[in-house]
């Protein structure tokens, strides 16, 4: 079974979506209102993706970059991406 990808862009505009509720199925609670998605979780999956096994390897670079068969300069290049990514969402905000 495929996993859903958590939706943060409306599909008919491309505004960006927020949350306006969330639901307990072991109490039965739900929680209503209106709340932002938080900067990480508005990146691609790729991009959360690659920050997850960046912290995995304790911030190391060199290591991703030999987990990942890409040089060193091409890792540092996707994190700076991600980096500018996470000011331009946090600027929007």
């Not at 509720?21 to 609670?29: A, K, N, P």
């Not at 980096?83 to 600027?91: S, V």
């Amino acid at each position: 079974m495929q996993k859903k990808i958590f939706p943060t862009v409306c599909p008919s505009c491309g505004g960006l979506l927020k949350v306006h509720s969330l639901h307990c199925d072991e109490c039965d609670t739900t929680i209503s209102g209106k709340y932002n998605i938080p900067p990480m979780m508005q990146l691609s999956v790729e991009e959360q993706k690659f920050i997850l096994d960046f912290v995995k390897c304790s911030g190391s670079l060199k290591q991703m970059a030999g987990n990942m068969g890409l040089s060193y300069p091409t890792v540092r290049n996707i994190l700076d991406e991600i980096i500018r990514n996470l000011k331009n969402i946090e600027d929007h905000e």
